[in-house]
Nanobody
């Protein structure tokens, strides 16, 4: 099995900064991409940012210029640095990883349990 463990969520005021981290472990042969998604109350889960094993990044328009995704391949960890946070960034943030499973050598998607970020105005 593969586990994704997120950390770093919390409550803060608008304009503040926060860094989320997500560490992957388990039966991983290779990580293709890791990323962050978020789900606000009453809304669908949406992409925030992704990063490939080669370092290519992709961001939602709503976070471009404010959020930065980075990864540490050796630690199998992805980070999301969030600056200039707004109340509309309030959501549960989920870590996602597409990995090549160690035993089956197939691509499999995994999700973390989520970490809550609350931004007050």
């Amino acid at each position: 099995q593969v586990q994704l463990v997120e950390s770093g969520g919390g409550l803060l005021q608008a304009g503040g900064s926060l860094t989320l981290s997500c560490a992957a472990s388990g039966n991983i042969f290779k990580i293709n991409t890791m990323g962050w998604y978020r789900q606000a109350p009453g809304l669908q889960r949406e992409l925030v940012a992704t990063i490939s094993s080669g370092g290519s990044t992709n961001y939602a328009d709503s976070v471009k210029g404010r959020f930065t995704i980075s990864g540490d391949n050796a630690k199998r960890t992805v980070y999301l640095q969030m600056n200039s946070l707004k109340p509309e960034d309030t959501a549960v943030y989920y870590c996602n990883a597409e990995v090549v499973h160690w035993f089956t050598r197939k691509n499999v998607d995994y999700w973390g349990k989520g970490t809550l970020v609350t931004v007050s105005s």
